[in-house]
């Protein structure tokens, strides 16, 4: 445990936490899934090469301000996103209690004192003091992060700059995190500490959850300019991390400073180079710095520290350029924004939680930061497909005679893809381009591939951009239907009945807006059924019978219990028997909880909690009537399962098999007869594992 000091320097409150001794091996900090000894990784390795069109990326810009000096005592409570679910959850201002007690990721404090007090005017003014020449793999460099983003109103790849301050958690902009000019909360970060070129000396990771205050994400008061990110691993424990401290304004008006970070613009267009420079404070107000270092775009989020004491500590965080007279400006770390942003941190620091077991996972060698999608195209075969790291679409068709490994399809996708299987040995794929356009291609049971092996076709009609991963269910040899929520809320759907060609796009629901991905299936020949989430957190279902057009669809909400009115991430469907929908979801509390509407019927019945705390969307697959298994991913990183035989829950109605592994995100099952289950997940390193079970052996690891 960790102990926040106070101390005091003629007569004013100086604040300072510290996570971890940076400067020393963070091997002792170890409290997640990154093995430090393996760091930095060789350029030749495949975690360490980021894809080049990463360089395409642009600075994301300030949002617009009103010509106003200053805000008076801007909000400062506190608000978590939850990327998963798109959920933002109101946290309240700071916890006293956050000075007494730090989560258990950020070691014990140094014992050495250190001096409080800098030199007034010890930096340089000179634009010219920015440096390039760094060995970014050496302290302190290779705690300062790239920041690769996206937003719902789409641009492509926008970057940010920020600091490592705990294992998982990297402190930017608020304006990085929540960005009202591009849609609002970003819909996807990846951060990439020390950065050289496209090399990755210490790999990367993606955020799980952000937190600002509605001070900027209500007022957009550019004195509540900051934001934290929680990522999916333990990266400080390879980097290391800074601390942080709340000077006095004894000791910061005219102290020298220094910034580090990846700017894109001005002399640094590239922006794929760290820069380091230094400058003095030479304004303080209670909530911002103001100072003479030049600021470009892309260094938003970098950390400010001290040239001398305190210089392993975290005092601002830069925001803008030209602020008036000055050079640039940022956030100042004030003692009630170190107790929130600790208490941000105490609230993440078992996220994930991942346990070093994978004796019973076998590795299948590709790497992927998403979902892997297992599809049965009959009963010896199924196809895997990921969103390898390069953003193409790759394919792994295994049999019992053997596999083909991973083969890439081409395309620039985002997210998971989506497929369906309408005969046998044929697959049907769908995916969200770089443009935000749903594309599509089919694997033959000939072999052969349309349009053809890594060309993709682009589904027709107009849709705004597409939010999430699409959904598709095939009611039939020669029907498929398709389905994508718009970054505007709308779902919109698509079919293609052979051989009349793709509809092009109709909205449904149109009263209705709806957040994150919908799910659907088909429980009978010519019917289809999806499932998606409002943006009030409710459940709505949409049916459609026989010949389906916009006016054929049946849709209501899916009332499963009278007190469940808000659910958690993606809604995960399966059909156990014909005409009957099987729905799992995740409850505002963290377990799962089961509904189905049976016999063709528009009632459901109410919501069966089966207990555990996941912490992602579940997996579920109905290898004979009547029957479900269900996967989820426990806090604590490992996978388990349980069981409806027909007639009751096993091993009990809210109890788990573990089945282990060090995994991260949604798990995915397939079966492709009564006798066979294949469970796939990821590790802490992007590799894809599987774990399986057959009837006659029960679960051992495969090929």
Not at 25 to 49: H, V
Not at 231 to 237: I, K
């Amino acid at each position: 445990m960790a102990i926040q000091t106070v101390l005091r320097a003629a007569g004013m409150a100086l604040f300072v936490v510290f996570f971890s001794a940076c400067q020393t091996s963070p091997a002792s900090n170890m409290a997640g899934n990154i093995d430090p000894t393996d760091y930095p990784l060789a350029a030749s390795d495949a975690r360490a090469q980021l894809p080049a069109d990463y360089a395409a990326a642009r600075p994301v810009p300030l949002p617009r301000f009103p010509e106003a000096s200053r805000a008076t005592d801007p909000a400062e409570e506190g608000v978590k996103y939850v990327p998963a679910d798109h959920s933002v959850r109101a946290l309240g201002p700071a916890s006293p209690r956050a000075k007494e007690v730090l989560p258990p990721e950020f070691g014990p404090l140094p014992k050495e004192g250190r001096n409080a007090r800098g030199t007034p005017g010890d930096g340089t003014t000179s634009a010219e003091a920015l440096s390039t020449t760094l060995d970014t793999t050496a302290w302190p460099y290779r705690g300062f992060v790239k920041v690769y983003i996206q937003y719902p109103a789409g641009g492509g790849l926008w970057v940010c700059s920020g600091s490592m301050i705990g294992a998982r958690s990297v402190l930017t902009a608020g304006h990085c995190a929540y960005n009202k000019d591009l849609g609002g909360w970003a819909s996807w970060m990846r951060v990439v500490p020390a950065q050289d070129g496209n090399y990755m000396p210490f790999g990367d990771a993606y955020m799980t959850h952000l937190y600002s205050v509605t001070g900027w994400t209500q007022s957009g008061s550019r004195e509540s300019d900051y934001a934290m990110i929680t990522l999916d691993r333990s990266l400080g424990n390879a980097t290391g991390w800074f601390g942080l401290v709340g000077l006095s304004v004894f000791d910061s008006m005219g102290t020298g400073i220094r910034m580090d970070g990846y700017p894109a613009t001005g002399p640094y267009p590239r922006g794929d180079l760290q820069v380091s420079g230094t400058g003095s404070i030479q304004l303080v107000w209670t909530t911002m710095y103001f100072w003479d270092l030049e600021s470009y775009g892309g260094f938003s989020g970098s950390g400010v520290r001290r040239t001398s004491a305190w210089k392993d500590y975290v005092a601002a965080i830069n925001t803008a350029s030209n602020c008036g007279p000055y050079r640039a400006c940022g956030t100042r770390i004030t003692s009630d924004r170190l107790n929130q942003i600790v208490g941000w941190m105490q609230a993440d620091a078992g996220l994930p939680s991942v346990t070093p077991d994978q004796s019973n996972w076998h590795s299948l060698a590709g790497m992927t930061m998403h979902t892997v999608v297992p599809v049965a195209t009959s009963t010896s075969r199924m196809d895997l497909l990921v969103r390898g790291l390069d953003g193409q679409v790759y394919q792994d068709i295994r049999t019992d005679s053997g596999d083909t490994g991973w083969m890439a399809l081409g395309g620039y996708v985002m997210g998971e893809p989506a497929a369906v299987s309408r005969a046998a040995n044929q697959l049907d794929i769908f995916a969200v381009g770089g443009d935000g356009a749903v594309y599509t291609k089919a694997h033959n049971a000939d072999g052969s591939y349309w349009p053809s092996w890594n060309g993709w076709y682009r589904m027709p009609g107009a849709i705004e951009g597409v939010l999430d991963a699409p959904a598709a269910a095939a009611s039939g040899p020669y029907r498929l239907d398709v389905f994508a929520v718009s970054t505007s809320g709308k779902l919109y759907w698509q079919y293609w009945p052979a051989p009349s060609g793709w509809s092009g796009w109709q909205q449904l629901a149109a009263s209705y807006r709806f957040d994150g991905s919908p799910a659907a299936i088909s429980s009978a020949p010519g019917r289809v059924d999806v499932v998606a989430r409002t943006t009030s957190g409710a459940l709505f279902n949409l049916r459609c019978s026989g010949a389906c057009s916009s006016a054929a669809w049946f849709a209501g909400p899916v009332d499963v219990s009278p007190g469940l009115t808000v659910v958690r991430g993606r809604p995960v469907l399966a059909s156990s028997r014909p005409n009957q929908i099987d729905l799992f979801i995740r409850s505002d509390w963290g377990s799962l909880l089961y509904g189905r509407s049976a016999g063709g019927g528009w009632g459901w019945t109410p919501a069966v909690d089966l207990g555990g705390l996941i912490t992602d969307d579940p997996s579920v697959a109905s290898r004979w009537p009547g029957i479900l298994d269900v996967f989820v991913r426990g806090d604590d990183g490992a996978i388990y399962t349980k069981a409806f035989d027909g007639s009751n829950w096993l091993p009990s109605k809210s109890g788990y098999w573990w089945l282990g592994g060090n995994t991260v995100g949604t798990p995915s099952v397939v079966t492709r007869s009564w006798a066979d289950l294949d469970v796939f997940s990821r590790d802490g390193q992007r590799l894809v594992r599987t774990r399986f079970w057959r009837a006659a052996t029960g679960w051992y690891v495969g090929n």
